[in-house]
């Protein structure tokens, strides 16, 4: 795949930093630091849990501090357990936070990329966690900034998180600017609504499921060096 774009908007979660291992490392211990028993179910009910409250978030339905408290919340409710919520919440954070593990060939990939494009991120994370992993990344030395919805207050799909990444670019261009990403709904529709070009980074192969024009699909991070 041949990248013309000056300027690559990369998403974090999901797309670079492998989430789905930090939080299978996080959650554990959280339980641990907060003497409560944990098994492996609970990591399932937790994702349905954490799903539902960020679809809420991207929709505007509720500030990413009450998504960051109901989360846990809903739970520990779900589990019949009780802990205080805030400090739970915040060893999460911390154990996420120090959790920077990459999809498979993410430091290879923007390792050559870096070499040829201006590499950014836009993540709708939490502000000390994306801070934290990035700062323990690999990828670090190849991202020449970074723009976080928990920082800025708003978030992917809303064009102003667009407008504050563009102003942290140098105010790039719109048609220099390709931005990747595995959501559909912040990063594909974001990006569309936005007037940049876009790539869904789909590894699983899923049906788009929605009516959005999408400018390049990947299945493999490689791709975007090796065509």
């Known amino acids: 795949m041949a990248i013309l774009h000056p300027w690559l908007l990369f998403d974090a979660d999901g797309t670079l930093f492998d989430y789905e291992t930090a939080e299978r490392k996080a959650l554990p211990a959280t339980f641990l630091d907060a003497g409560l028993p944990y098994t492996a179910d609970h990591l399932q009910v937790y994702r349905a849990i954490n799903a539902e ?24 409710d779900a ?6 919520i805030p400090t739970f919440g915040e060893r ?27 590499l950014y991120l836009i993540t709708n994370g ?11 990344s690999p990828i670090r030395d190849y991202i020449e900034g970074i723009t976080i919805s928990g920082e800025v207050g708003v978030a992917k799909p809303d064009p102003r998180i667009f407008d504050i990444a563009f102003a942290g670019m140098g105010r790039p261009a719109k048609k220099d600017v390709l931005i990747i990403g595995d959501s559909l709904t912040a990063d ?35 791709e975007l060096i090796n065509g």
């Not at 998504?67 to 520990?76: G, I, P, T």
């Not at 939490?126 to 323990?136: C, E, F, G, H, P």
């Not at 974001?190 to 990947?218: E, V």
Request: proline letters at 5%.
């Open 53 to 76: 409250v960020w679809e809420a978030f991207e929709r505007g339905e509720i500030s990413q501090p009450d998504l960051h408290l109901a989360r846990f919340q809903r739970l520990l």
């Open 126 to 136: 939490i502000l000390a966690v994306q801070y934290t992993r990035l700062s323990l």
């Open 188 to 222: 594909i529709q974001g990006g569309h609504d936005y007037g940049i070009d876009t790539c869904w980074y789909n590894p699983n192969g899923r049906q788009p499921g929605l009516s959005i024009p999408i400018t390049y699909t990947i299945n493999s991070l490689h």
């Open 92 to 118: 999460y954070l911390y154990n996420l936070g120090h959790s920077p593990d990459l999809i498979d060939g993410a430091e290879e990939v923007v390792a050559e990329l870096a070499k040829t494009h201006k």
């Open 79 to 84: 589990l019949d357990m009780t802990a205080d």
